[in-house]
């Protein structure tokens, strides 16, 4: 009665001990990083799987953070050959992949994804500016009554932040810190809106100042103020951390007129008919605005080649090729569908020839 | 207590007290009971609610609209040298074909946008369709074949009415001349209404008509086989063995203690122990049924040996001790009388504890099968996702489509989870002998 499955279960050990040999080989393309690009990277995949004689690639969304952390961990079958993210790889994040052996990378800009505010269709439109955005989500604010002081945010109306806003409560749905959008809707958004204030602005000056004049000590400390007071969100809360999923936030605004949400531009499109976008700064989120930089909001997105894998592990030049065509990154094409928004032609020929060369990345 | 009082005030009888407290009584009883009914009414509630926005969300899932192209299959675009050799076949341009045939239906749309729009009242999957038939038949080039293909998702989604064509046409995706386009071929009988086949025999996909769970089933599939076949003879033996054989002392007691509580370990922990000891100390392959089988081998374990122990607990000792009396060793007592008689108990044990593994999302996330794959998995080696993770991914794109499908792999799971768990009932009514 027993025999059976105990000799399939010592089968399964022994192929379990078998496996290393089976790990040296590999023949998909494996890609992890941000959930931002995940959307495209998987349309450009499943056009490369079904036309090319590879297989499709595995894709997980793992964040940018995560991605390159896992990227970054060595050369081998086991680790990563692309990571997907929605910001630049930072220095320290750069330095960690030499450490580990990750010597040449290439990097590749995709293309930009604007970071819509909206709310539902049935309250009215927002026009907001990066001051607004900034006053109204901040952990800390200078005094209203004037002075170079800052406050807990006292803010409860939109109104009370500008008098040309509606006087509705503020509550704002956004993506968690883990969110490669909460960080560029931190650096574009809010510290947008902190730099107007010249106080504000004048610590990150002085710690410039500092930084030349030597001190390195007292410029870190000033960065970090800077940072705190310009990137702090209020926990009080106003701004709700409705996780990564941007569908729920979609499905959350069209249930309450008065909460307004912070997620990709994708989104927005997908959604016209439910939510509208806010301008900002005067600026309407549209793909000509977040193409040509004019929204303040918009970011780009880039993927990451690990070069040692390249030759070891079959596809990943053409994967490559498929990703930088005019077909799928071009003004018509089928990743402009889905909501990317293209580069000008030649900063997409400049990064499609740094594909085809695998040019390593300098920092 | 019946005996008059001295005070001469009138006799109270027990039952007179009994009375007169009686209506209180039953309506106390009643109120209890109406808190039960209460309960178990709000629980149904809230299950027919979830069932409700589930099954009315996703039953449109399991149609898809198909439409009636009539393809010309020009040797010239095919194979212009003659040439009948499948290579040559396969790299042809066939959504050119379509597009063309589609043209030809609506000669009057001219301009470049709007024909973008027209070319996209198929399915991307429409060439692949064709290139599969003209494969199958070569003969059929030269001829014009009428081919019933997958209507794209946002038309598929404008046919069961899930677009509120009420709205002005610059805020919904789906444009006016596509509306009108639509019509028509629904006048001409080009538009039919199918089971959606491709659901169930196809792997993910970005594209909503040509994604299905084909892929998420048989990663389920394998990473359960993993774990059926190592939770369970591993949770049997070790309930055999602590139940029968295991000296009662301190360390048996730390054991039985150890494994009650990693009943209760939250799954996402069995994860990060699958990560720091498969992946990264025995280099498994990350996103492989075998890692994600391992992982909920831990989970499960604990529960199987649970319900193994109390199944073994209820088998009396006399049929025991009467094997034994009768010379048998304790192997034999065990393993032929004891055993067979708690095994039904095993099996649900078994049988829950899987229920369990198969709904679970939490642990796979960090060994990598939260990924999109489009390919089948047919071994333990090759990447794979399983059910509750491909519902997780779906409900996280931004495709509307996605919407209903979603809820349709909602049902499919469900409907799983019942199929076991009735298992599990039938088997204890059928073989669970009560003494």
Not at chain 1, 275 to 302: C, H, M, N, W
Not at chain 2, 130 to 148: N, Y
Not at chain 2, 206 to 217: D, M, S, T
Request: aromatic share 8%; glycine share 8%.
């Amino acid at each position: 009665m027993f025999k059976k499955p105990l000799v399939l279960a010592t089968a399964v050990a022994a192929t379990l001990v078998g496996s290393n040999v089976h790990a040296a080989a590999r023949d998909y393309i494996s890609i992890v990083g941000s959930s931002t690009v995940y959307p495209f990277a998987t349309v450009v995949a499943e056009h490369f799987g079904k036309e090319s004689k590879y297989k499709t690639p595995k894709i997980e969304s793992t964040g940018s953070g995560g991605g390159l952390k896992l990227f970054c961990a060595g050369i081998g079958i086991e680790t990563p050959d692309i990571t997907n993210a929605s910001r630049r790889i930072k220095k320290s994040e750069f330095m960690t992949c030499q450490k580990n052996g990750v010597k040449e990378l290439t990097e590749i800009k995709i293309g930009y994804d604007g970071i819509a505010i909206a709310n539902s269709k049935k309250a009215p439109p927002l026009d907001l500016t990066l001051r607004d955005i900034f006053l109204a989500l901040a952990k800390n604010v200078p005094n209203p009554k004037g002075g170079e002081e800052l406050i807990a945010n006292p803010y409860k109306t939109w109104k009370e932040v500008n008098a040309k806003l509606p006087a509705t409560p503020i509550k704002v749905l956004g993506p968690p810190p883990t969110s490669g959008t909460r960080d560029a809707f931190a650096e574009l958004g809010m510290e947008g809106g902190c730099k107007s204030f010249a106080f504000i602005k004048q610590i990150k000056a002085d710690s410039k100042a500092a930084k030349k004049a030597g001190d390195k000590e007292k410029a870190k400390v000033l960065k970090s103020k800077y940072k705190g007071i310009c990137h702090g969100v209020r926990e009080d809360g106003a701004y709700i951390e409705a996780g990564e999923n941007d569908n729920l936030i979609v499905q959350k605004l069209e249930a309450d007129p008065e909460a307004v949400g912070v997620f990709g531009y994708s989104f927005l499109e997908e959604n016209m008919d439910m939510v509208q976008g806010a301008k900002v700064d005067g600026v309407p989120v549209t793909f000509e605005t977040i193409g040509d930089g004019s929204y303040p909001l918009s970011r780009p997105l880039f993927f990451y080649v690990k070069k040692a894998h390249v030759g070891k592990v079959p596809g990943i030049p053409g994967y490559i090729a498929e990703f930088t065509s005019e077909k799928a990154w071009g003004d018509e094409g089928y990743l402009s569908d889905r909501g990317l928004i293209p580069m000008p032609k030649e900063e997409r020929e400049k990064y499609a020839a740094d594909g085809k060369a695998l040019t390593p990345l300098e920092m | 207590m019946n005996t008059p009082t001295s005070t001469g005030a009138p006799r109270r009888r027990t039952i007179d007290i009994v009375n007169a407290g009686l209506k209180k009584r039953r309506r106390a009883e009643r109120r209890f009971r109406l808190y039960g009914m209460t309960a178990i009414s709000m629980g149904l509630l809230f299950l027919l609610t979830l069932f409700g926005s589930i099954i009315s969300k996703g039953y449109t899932a399991f149609w898809q609209h198909y439409m009636l192209i009539d393809v010309t299959l020009t040797p010239a675009d095919i194979a212009p040298d003659g040439s009948r050799d499948p290579q040559v076949l396969a790299k042809a341009n066939y959504m050119g074909l379509v597009k063309a045939s589609l043209r030809e239906m609506f000669p009057e749309v001219t301009g470049r946008r709007d024909k973008r729009r027209l070319y996209k009242l198929v399915s991307s999957g429409a060439a692949s369709e064709v290139r599969k038939r003209v494969l199958e038949d070569p003969a059929l080039i030269g001829k014009t074949v009428g081919f019933w293909v997958p209507t794209d998702d946002e038309v598929d989604l404008l046919l069961k009415g899930r677009v509120n064509t009420q709205l002005p046409e610059s805020q919904r995706r789906v444009k006016d001349n596509v509306v009108a386009w639509v019509e028509t071929l629904k006048q001409q009988g080009r538009i039919q209404k199918r089971f959606n086949t491709i659901f169930f025999t196809h792997g993910d996909s970005r594209n909503p008509e040509q994604a299905g769970i084909l892929g998420a089933v048989s990663g389920s599939f394998l990473t359960l086989l993993v774990t059926l076949l190592l939770a369970f003879p591993i949770g049997v033996a070790a309930a055999v063995y602590l139940e029968e054989f295991a000296p009662r002392n301190w360390f048996t007691d730390l054991i039985e203690v150890n494994i009650n509580n990693l009943a209760a370990v939250p799954s996402i922990v069995f994860g990060l122990l699958g990560l720091a000891v498969f992946l990264n100390f025995f280099h498994l392959p990350r996103s492989a049924p075998l890692v994600g089988g391992l992982v909920l081998t831990l989970m499960t374990l604990p529960t199987i040996i649970i319900a193994s122990r109390a199944a073994l607990k209820s088998v009396p000792p006399s049929i025991k001790e009467a094997a034994l009396g009768v010379g048998a060793s304790p192997m034999q007592a065990i393993y032929y009388h004891v055993l067979p008689l708690a095994m039904p108990g095993m099996l649900t044990g078994t049988i829950i504890g899987m229920a369990q593994a198969l709904g679970e999302s939490a642990p796979l996330l960090m060994i990598g099968m939260v990924a999109f794959i489009v390919d089948v998995p047919h071994g333990v080696f090759d990447p794979a996702t399983v059910l509750p993770v491909q519902i997780y991914l779906w409900a996280d794109s931004p495709e509307r489509a996605f919407v209903e499908r979603t809820s349709a792999a909602i049902i499919v799971l469900l409907a799983f989870l019942v199929t076991m768990n009735l298992l599990a009932v039938i088997l204890r009514r059928r073989f669970e002998r009560r003494w």
